[in-house]
């Protein structure tokens, strides 16, 4: 069992930035894939980014989020930049045993985080 917890979200201005925290309990965090993935209001959850033993993200983020992760202190991080209002939504981490190719498949996923909230003003 891994259990996630979000953290570093908040209300930032458009062009801001700020940095999520995901701590995930358990021993086997290494062997772990981890995502981010963000749900705005009236819409379907959708991905971000993700890292195992390389990375890959949306296209509506990249070059503006890097996503990383600690692996002593089993953590997983993202940072954004370049903040714009559409990126408004609760943030969620996630973590599962599966391959490369399906990082970006929400249902691939086994374990989520509670969810942390970002608001971008314009």
Known sequence: ??????????????????????????????????????????KEREFVAAIHWSFVYADSVKGRFTISRDNAKTTVYLQMNSLKPEDTAVYYCAAGFLPAGLRSTLGAYDYWGQGTQVTVSS
Do not use: H, N
């Not at 201005?13 to 209001?41: D, K």
């Open 1 to 42: 069992q891994v259990q996630l917890v979000e953290s570093g979200g908040g209300l930032v201005q458009a062009g801001g930035s700020l940095r999520l925290s995901c701590a995930a309990s358990g021993r086997t965090f290494s062997s772990l894939a981890m995502g981010w993935f963000r749900q705005a209001p009236g």
